[in-house]
């Protein structure tokens, strides 16, 4: 007599790939270098099919040296600390996991690696209702007490869950190492403003040395302002000083005779 085998033999194991996206996934563009607080978008999926599903669990990020790493998201998928990422949000099939996040780094080295354990379970049969995770501790544990009998996942060989591991890395710089947003937006300025007709370029140096001759001329122009109006002063000065004396007739009381 022949005995069944389990569901999961009968079907491939699906592919699975972790990404690490900049800006909108849609655009499809790969994180490789950035800077911090960029807008990244971890991606982790398994091939399109109608049998397995997956949830993220255990994800951590290093230094690459070996010496300093941070742990991500617990074995129940929640995250440890939503500061620095937040959870995972899943697609209806349960095929795509994915969390948005800002870059950051270690202060001994520019580059990260991500990893994060992705634990298989069966679609069919409730296998994936814990996909994804609650992660209220109250709700949690209501939950896992009415599902100790349910199927949680996929079972390997050796009768432990089926776990893919996943890695992907990237270089986050400092600010000052990467080209700036209003750099960024200062070229696009000036590609617009050499296609406008009406508009003049100028150089910042330029800029600069212009804005400096002006304030040099308005300096010497005050100067001279005041030494014209000390000078009229002056000469008021000693021009009310001599009328003061010898106006009027010369007259000495002293030597005054009537007749």
Not at 102 to 123: D, E, G
Not at 146 to 165: N, Q, R, S, Y
Not at 207 to 226: D, E, K, S, Y
Request: hydrophobic share 35%; with cysteine; net charge negative.
């Amino acid at each position: 007599m022949l005995q069944s085998l389990p569901l999961q033999a009968t079907a491939p194991m699906p592919g699975c790939t972790m990404k690490i996206f900049s800006g909108d996934p849609t655009q499809h563009h790969v994180a490789e270098n950035v800077k911090i607080g960029d807008p990244l978008t971890l991606v982790i999926s398994i091939d399109k099919q109608e049998m397995f599903g997956l949830r993220i669990s255990d994800c951590l990020v290093r230094d690459g040296l070996g010496s300093s790493e941070q742990w991500l998201i617990n074995e129940e998928g929640c995250p440890i600390d939503s500061e620095i990422m937040g959870q995972f949000t899943y697609s209806d099939d349960k095929t795509e996991a994915r969390v948005n996040f800002q870059a950051h780094k270690f202060p001994s080295t520019a580059s990260v690696y991500y990893q994060c354990n992705v634990r298989l379970c069966i679609k069919h049969g409730r296998g994936c209702s814990n996909t994804p995770p609650l992660c209220n501790s109250i709700v949690r544990r209501r939950r896992d007490a009415a599902d100790d009998d349910e199927v949680k996942g996929v079972e390997g060989l050796d009768g432990t869950p089926a776990t893919i591991e996943v890695y992907s890395g990237l270089y986050v710089n400092e600010a000052s190492d990467v080209g700036s947003k209003s750099d960024f937006s200062e070229d696009v300025f000036k590609e617009r403003a050499i296609d406008d007709p009406n508009t003049i370029c100028i150089s910042q140096r330029s800029f600069a040395i212009g804005i400096a001759i002006a304030g040099l001329i308005l300096m010497l122009a005050v100067v001279a302002a005041i030494l014209v109006l000390l000078a009229k002063r002056r000469h008021k000065s000693v021009s009310t000083t001599g009328s003061s004396i010898y106006s009027g007739p010369y007259t000495n009381t002293a030597y005054s005779h009537s007749s």
